[in-house]
């Protein structure tokens, strides 16, 4: 069974994204225990230092991240298919170590993260909302299961 640790600033604010997470967790249920840590996220505005705010979000952040393989979503981050990214999930859960996915907020992660994990991995090339990241994530790691467990979901 799959042990992953999604650690990420902010909450879900609108219900359908919070119903989203709840329908994936179940289905991921049987195949992965998962455990979701929300970090405050920081309030900023146009005349703030943004590089300040991630940095401040960050170091929130760093006390979640140690023990287990680090996997920080990151634009900049390697981009994989379903397949490959089952795979990569599958390697490195044979180690039984929890995998901890780290997500930035709004400003993305400060780069202080980014040099500590073990891997960055990136969605997409496309920008999306740390909330839409959140879902497209848990969904990849219930498609990444059900490719692993030779399910029928991923066509």
Same mark, same amino acid.
């Given at each position: 069974?799959?042990?992953? +640790?999604?650690?990420?600033?902010?909450?879900?604010?609108? *219900?359908?994204?919070?119903?989203?997470? !709840?329908?994936?967790?179940? @289905?991921?249920?049987?195949? /992965?225990?998962?455990?979701?840590?929300?970090? &405050?996220? @920081?309030?900023?505005? !146009? =005349? #703030?230092? %943004?590089?300040?705010?991630?940095?401040?979000?960050?170091? !929130?952040?760093?006390?979640?991240?140690?023990? =287990?393989?680090?996997?920080?979503?990151?634009?900049?981050?390697?981009?994989? #298919?379903?397949?490959?990214?089952?795979?990569?999930?599958?390697?490195?859960?044979? %180690?039984?170590?929890?995998?901890?996915?780290?997500?930035?907020? &709004?400003? =993305?992660? #400060? !780069?202080?993260?980014?040099?500590?994990? #073990?891997?960055?991995?990136?969605?997409?090339?496309?920008?999306?909302? +740390?909330?839409? /990241? @959140?879902?497209?994530?848990?969904?990849?790691?219930? @498609? /990444?299961?059900?490719?692993? *467990? *030779? %399910?029928?979901? +991923?066509?």
């Amino acid at each position: 069974m799959l042990k992953i +640790h999604i650690v990420l600033i902010g909450k879900l604010k609108e *219900n359908y994204w919070i119903q989203a997470e !709840k329908e994936y967790l179940k @289905r991921l249920s049987p195949y /992965a225990k998962v455990t979701i840590t929300s970090v &405050p996220e @920081r309030s900023f505005g !146009k =005349g #703030d230092d %943004k590089e300040r705010v991630k940095k401040i979000e960050g170091e !929130k952040l760093k006390k979640y991240l140690g023990g =287990g393989i680090v996997v920080a979503m990151d634009e900049s981050g390697k981009q994989m #298919d379903s397949i490959e990214f089952a795979k990569f999930l599958g390697d490195n859960s044979t %180690k039984g170590e929890e995998i901890k996915f780290v997500i930035g907020g &709004p400003l =993305g992660l #400060d !780069k202080s993260i980014i040099e500590k994990v #073990d891997y960055v991995v990136s969605l997409s090339k496309l920008t999306f909302t +740390h909330q839409i /990241a @959140r879902i497209i994530l848990i969904e990849q790691i219930y @498609r /990444a299961a059900t490719i692993i *467990n *030779n %399910k029928k979901y +991923h066509y």
